[in-house]
Structure formats: C-alpha cells, structure tokens
C-alpha cells in the first residue's frame, strides 16, 4: 500500500496495513519554524466512502448514555473548545475548517481562525472545507451522535498558524479543551522536545488542556503533539491484536497513550476524549464534584479522572517502572466512570509525614479514614533538600458480604511546570495498613502520571500513599490531582413469577452479564442476554426462568 507524500512518491507503509481501513495520502506542510526550524504537519487522509459507518460513535460504549440519562443537562453547556485541523493540500485558502452542516451544528457556533485572519462565517476566505474536520467535529460536537452537544463555541483553527502563533507565541484564546487530530512525523527528539516544550508551557500558563491523537501506525511510537507532558494522547481501541501507535516515547521512555477510545483511527478516537473533558470540566464547574469548582476543573484533576475510569482490556498490563499500557494507556475511556468518580467528592489526605530520603514509609497507624471509596482530591506535597514528603489516604475497604473481594484504581498526575525541562519526581504506592506489606506501586522517575490498578483486593484498611522526592527537584513543592476507587460489585437473583430478575449496580460501568446453562468444564459462558434497564442506580435484567441458563456472571470488559 503506497502512500503519497507531497512530492514524494511510492513510500510504503507496511504497519498501516493491519488497520481496517485504506490510507489514500499523507500531506506535508512545511512552513512551521519555531526557533527557525522548519517542521512538517501530517494528516492521514482515510478512505470514507469504503466504510461508511467508519465514524460512528457507540456512546454506550464509551458511558455517555448512561451519563446523560442519569445527570441533568450535562451536554458541555458554557465550555470553549478548541480544534486545530491540518491543512489536508496546499491550496489557498489553506483546507481545515469544519463545515457546519456536515457535522450537525449551528453555523454561529464556529469562529475560523488561519494566517489568512478569522470569520464568523462558513464559507469564508480565510480557509476551505475539510471533511476530516467535517467528521472530526461531528464527534466532538454533533448536535446528533456528538458527546459534547451543547458547547459556547468552538475555534476551528488551522493547525500551522496554531502552533506558530498560539501555542508557540503563547497567545491566549480562552479555550480549556483543545482537541488536535493531527500528528508531526517524522520528527527527531530534539525536535520531539522543543514541541512538547512549548505545548507544556501553554497549558501551564493558560490552563489549557491538548487532548491529542497518538498516531495510526501500530507499533510505531506515539507522535508530537500528543508526547507532551501536560496533555492527554490518545490511542485507538481495535482489538487485541490491531492497535494504534504505541509508547513509550522517544525521548525518555514515557508511558503515552494516555487513553484509548473505541475507533479505527486516533483522529476519531480523540473527539471521544475531549468530548468527555468538557462534559466533565462542565460538571466541576457547576459543582457536581462539590463546592470547590477550580480544583474540580483543573487539568490535572480532567485527566486523572478520565484516566481513572478507563476500564481495562482483558490484556492491559503495566509495571512499577511503567504506569499505563503501552497501547492502551489507562485503559478504554468511559466518561461515567470519571463523572461517578468526580462525583464522590473531594477528599484530602489523612496525615502528611517526611521521611529521610530513600527511607522506608510504611503506613503510619492514623486513625483517620476517608469516608468515600470512590473520588479525588486536589492538593500538595512537599519534600525537603534530604527528605521525601509522604501524603497518606487511609481506606476502610469493606462490605456486608465478608467474602467480597475489590478492585483498586488510583491515578495521580502533575504538570510539567511552565519553563522547566524536568518534572517533579512523584510517586503513588498502596500498603496494607494493618501488615505493612507493599500491595502495589507506581514509581516512575520519568513520567508525570502514576497509575495503579489491583483487582482481587481482600478486605481490609489500606493507606494510598503520594509520595514527592526529595533532594535534586524542580520545587520543593507540587500540586497534584488523585482520583480514586475501590469497588465490589455484586450480583443479585431474585424470582419474579416465572422469570428471574438479576440486579447489580451502574457503577462502576462497564461489566457484561453473562450465563452459561451449567459449570461443566469446560463451561460456555454467553452474552446472549436482554440488554439491561437502568432503575434506581441499578441494572436490571430478566430473564425466563425456563429458559435453560442457571449460572450468571459479571464480566468487564
């Protein structure tokens, strides 16, 4: 399969193959020069009219559904978003702008924004229509089949004049969510560093948050913009066996993607994504995650909760060394997940210590306990010139059944402070309060997100430690965001006439009821079952009673 360069002919892209749609071109631009470097934008150009519903979003899928029917309103009202698009030839006007029609929106919504000037208007002469802008919007903002259906407005700019006079002049445009379906390859790691610098440095200054696309070549690594620090990348969730690029980055082995969404493709992966930013920004500044709305809607509060309720595939793995998968980032996002968490409050840790550097911290024996299983908080911790600050959050993890076993998720995150080319070294363990026993860790020197996730926690007391280093750092101090959750779901039985009614609880979402007609191994287990009504925070199935299937089980995913 050949794709065309703009005067290049013949390059194969042999890892393009495995995705199930057909690369026609990729298109150079080569009239960025920050520091008086010429780069190159590139934008995959894919084949719409070979699989129509390419674009489609399973809102099920990814928990927007069952947000929206179990919150008010919560459609993305009064947030400012941001879209750069990649000039798809070299024509002039330059062809990135989202055509209103085509993605099922009002023509007042969008301000088009290139080196040509702006406009109110469509069509305009500062720029022409792109229908990956087109389709890329429609996710993002679609009146119909969009997450975030009722934004303020949206800067639909062309990508170049973006980062030259945006983000690299540091112009501010009051845009909190910026969604770029668009990559920079090939690039060196200078050059890979010089971008994620200046990306870094305007979301420290302007609070802004870059939902960005990873890359559509499996195996390849993620490209600039989305290997900034402070930003979310974002993957493609195919299958097991095709995915999109992948990390760890380039310059220093960071864990990117960050997320994945259900898509063939991260440019339509990552509207899924900066839809549910602004529908979670929305729901923190209205006070849905409680009185105190700026940390509610800070950055790094969006990103570990979007990262928190992304919900795993049945091969995600990571290690201590590194936080998130290497396709799949955290995991499979499902914005519900992050709302419920959001919702469950603010919640500052019990005690801070310090510890001499390089010294043990084991749980401390507080008495205290956060009284939610499920949340975040916003918050600080310090360290000293020769010892670590240790912030402890206790949990009481129990239910009524003693043989309940949990899952435990916790992420935390920090940005790359403005102007600086190291991060802050941060840290995220769980012990076991009562033994002292390391359960897990999440220990990166490298990243600014630390991830842990344990399924089949017994019951007991547990202390999450964030613990900040010490010695050589930035600051002495830094502002983290933690998000929560350890949960237990069970399922409940109970005959109705001739029928049998099984319940379990919306959250956390994601599980599959499964049942299968006996246990003899090996047992076949089906999803063959009526899809679930939602009542009262609870699943409810009903089955015939008759019917065969006697045994029932939850799965996720």
Known sequence: MAIRFEGF?????????????????????????????????????????????????????????????????????????????????TNQPPTFEVDPAAAGVSANLIT??????????????????????SQVGGIFYGLSGGIATNLASVDNFEANYFINSVVGGLLAVNDPVVNQSFIDYPVTVPQQQMLDSAYDNYAAKFHT???????????????????????????????AVNYSSVGPTLDNGRAKPDITAPSNATSFSTPQVSG????????????????????ASDIRTLKALLLNGAIKPVDWTN?????????????????????EQLAGGKHGYIVSMSVSTNSPHPPTGAAGTLT???????????????????????????NASSQALFTATATLVWNRQQNQTDINHLDLFLYDAATSNLIASSASSVDNVEHLFVPQLPQGRYDLQVLKHGGATVTYQETYALAFEFFSVSLNIAPSGTNATITWPIYPAGFVLESATDLASPAVWSTNNPSPLVTNGQNTVTLDASGGSQFFRLSRP
Not at 211 to 238: D, H, K, L, R
Request: glycine residues 12%; charged residues 15%.
């Open 276 to 295: 549910a930013a602004a529908l979670l920004l929305q729901a923190g500044l209205r006070g849905d995650g409680g009185i105190d709305t700026n940390s």
């Open 9 to 89: 002919e013949g390059f194969e892209c042999e890892q393009a193959q495995n995705l199930p749609f057909r690369a026609e071109e990729m298109h150079f631009k080569s009239n960025w020069r920050p520091g008086g470097r010429t780069r190159a934008l590139v934008w995959f150009v894919v084949s719409s009219c070979l699989f129509p519903n390419l674009y489609a979003v399973d809102l099920d899928v990814i928990g927007v559904t069952l947000l929206q029917s179990t919150t008010t309103n919560l459609d993305g009202s009064g947030i400012r978003a941001g879209q750069p698009e990649a000039d798809i030839d």
């Open 372 to 398: 939610a299983l499920s949340g975040w908080d916003f918050n600080t911790s310090s360290s000293a010139a020769k010892t670590n600050g240790v912030n402890h959050y206790y949990f009481n993890v129990t």
């Open 209 to 239: 948050l870059f939902v960005s696309g990873a890359g559509n070549a499996g195996g390849v690594p993620v490209s600039p913009p989305s290997t900034c620090y402070n930003g979310i990348s974002v993957g493609a969730y195919i299958d």
């Open 319 to 339: 290690g201590p060394a590194s936080p998130l998968d290497a396709r799949y980032g955290a995991g499979v996002l499902n914005v519900f997940n992050s709302y």
């Open 112 to 133: 088009y924004k290139s080196s040509l000037g702006s406009s109110t208007n469509y069509p305009n002469l500062v720029g022409g229509p792109s229908w990956h802008a």
